[in-house]
Nanobody, 120 residues
């Protein structure tokens, strides 16, 4: 069994920063690509950052230059550093990972989500 557990969400003022973490645990053989998505009320879930197994990163224009995704392979953890936050960044943030399990099956796993609220 594999789990992704997120932490680090909360309330922050516009212009502030937050750092999200997502740790994978369980019967893991390897972790391939990892990503962060977000979903605001009444909107579709959208990708906000992606990182490959070799740490190549990509971002949509809406967060480029403000958000940074990174990973620590030794800890099976992915991070999302969010700077210059705006009210429109308010959403539930989910981590996502392509994981090969100890039984050599490949599937996509999701975290439970963490709320980020940007408001004065």
């Amino acid at each position: 069994q594999v789990q992704l557990v997120e932490s680090g969400g909360g309330l922050v003022q516009p212009g502030g920063s937050l750092r999200l973490s997502c740790a994978a645990s369980g019967s893991i053989f390897s972790i391939n690509a990892m990503a962060w998505f977000r979903q605001a009320p009444g909107k579709q879930r959208e990708l906000v950052a992606h990182i490959t197994s070799s740490s190549v990163t990509s971002y949509p224009d809406s967060v480029k230059g403000r958000f940074t995704i990174s990973r620590d392979n030794a800890k099976n953890t992915v991070y999302l550093q969010m700077n210059s936050l705006k009210p429109e960044d308010t959403a539930v943030y989910y981590c996502n990972a392509d994981i090969t399990t100890a039984w050599r099956t490949l599937r996509v796993y999701w975290g439970q989500g963490t709320q980020v609220t940007v408001s004065s």
